[in-house]
Nanobody
Framework: QVQLVESGGGSVQAGGSLRLSCAAS????????MGWFRQAPGKEREFVAA????????YYPDSVKGRFTISRDNAKSTVYLQMNNLKPEDTAVYYC??????????????????WGQGTQVTVSS
């Protein structure tokens, strides 16, 4: 059974940085595309970043492009989200997601099969 466990969330001031980690209990981690999503109170869960199985292909929405970087370490079965220049509007619960894939990198939440429990990120002004 696939399990995803996020960590690294916390509270920071605007302009600060955080690095989220997602440890996956997936035997064939290098055959999974990974994504990060976030959900603020009263809002839909939205796409934040995605990375292909080999770490070559990445996608970001305009709202975080240039500030967030997704990466992965297949040897450690872990995906990361480096978040710089954080803004109050980045405040949300951040979720890690996984989907088995040889090349396709999903960007829609309904394309992912497995989800973590989430980690809270709070950015104060």
């Amino acid at each position: 059974q696939v399990q995803l466990v996020e960590s690294g969330g916390g509270s920071v001031q605007a302009g600060g940085s955080l690095r989220l980690s997602c440890a996956a209990s997936i035997r064939t981690f290098s055959s999974y595309a990974m994504g990060w999503f976030r959900q603020a109170p009263g809002k839909e869960r939205e796409f934040v970043a995605a990375i292909g199985p080999r770490g070559v292909t990445t996608y970001y929405p305009d709202s975080v492009k240039g500030r967030f970087t997704i990466s992965r370490d297949n040897a450690k079965s872990t995906v990361y989200l480096q978040m710089n220049n954080l803004k109050p509007e980045d405040t949300a619960v951040y979720y890690c997601a996984a989907r088995g894939s040889s090349w396709y990198v999903p960007r829609e939440r309904n394309e992912y099969d497995y989800w973590g429990q989430g980690t809270q990120v709070t950015v104060s002004s």
